[in-house]
T-cell receptor
Framework: EDQVTQSPEALRLQEGESSSLNCSYT??????LFWYRQDPGKGPEFLFT???AGEEKEKERLKATLTKKESFLHITAPKPEDSATYLC????????????FGSGTRLSIRP | EADIYQTPRYLVIGTGKKITLECSQT?????MYWYQQDPGMELHLIHY???????EKGDLSSESTVSRIRTEHFPLTLESARPSHTSQYLC?????????????FGSGTRLTVV
């Protein structure tokens, strides 16, 4: 059964303090790993898709990396506006086109 | 700029009422999904569709029903609302899971049943 586990559940950082969010996954053949950002009361906003181990994607202060078992979302010199819940999701070949979401990491950046 | 629209944004309704949550997308996506999410909790898939006249139940049991008569429209209906249905409902679509887009989500409908 495909599974996604995100850690930590919550992370509080000072503005400018870099850190990483972890996404561990188990999937029978990875078709894609996705990162989303979700603000309170809104729908998730797509950030990245990663397809194979070793792949990296960047967007502003965010960088996503992928290994065969994990993905990391690195946030460099975060700002208060980066505060949100970050969701990881995977699609495997056995999932019949259904993405499996993790429970998310709630990131809070203090000014 | 959203290409997938959900209405209403907020809804407070009495127990026993029939409600329909609307979801429309202008991207021509074949695949559409409905998720239920309680505050601070995980997304749970309740319905999905791979095209017109195709609907399937998701992983979380739901008393709601859906229809897909047109590609762009995927409404969700509750025949008799109950307080246990209070939640946020999110609609999403995708063209094909192999693309670089992932799912596109709407802003959600926050439903409160009193």
């Amino acid at each position: 059964e495909d599974q996604v586990t995100q850690s930590p559940e919550a992370l509080r950082l000072q503005e400018g303090e870099s850190s990483s969010l972890n996404c561990s996954y188990t999937v029978s053949g990875l078709r894609g790993l996705f990162w989303y950002r979700q603000d309170p009361g809104k729908g998730p906003e797509f950030l990245f898709t990663l397809y194979s181990a070793g792949e990296e994607k960047e967007k502003e202060r965010l960088k996503a990396t992928l290994t065969k078992k994990e993905s990391f979302l690195h946030i460099t010199a975060p700002k208060p506006e980066d505060s949100a819940t970050y969701l990881c999701a995977v699609l495997g070949y056995s999932s019949a086109s259904k993405i499996i979401f993790g429970s998310g990491t709630r990131l809070s950046i203090r000014p | 700029e959203a290409d997938i629209y959900q209405t209403p944004r907020y809804l407070v309704i009495g127990t026993g009422k029939k409600i329909t949550l609307e979801c429309s997308q202008t991207m021509g996506h074949d695949k559409m999904y409905w998720y239920q999410q309680d505050p601070g909790m995980e997304l749970h898939l309740i319905h999905y569709s791979y095209g017109v006249n195709s609907t399937e139940k998701g992983d979380l049991s739901s008393e709601s029903t859906v229809s897909r008569i047109r590609t762009e429209h995927f409404p969700l209906t509750l025949e008799s609302a109950r307080p246990s249905h209070t939640s946020q409902y999110l609609c999403a679509s995708s063209p094909d899971i192999g693309t670089n887009y992932g799912y596109t989500f709407g802003s959600g409908t926050r439903l409160t049943v009193v």
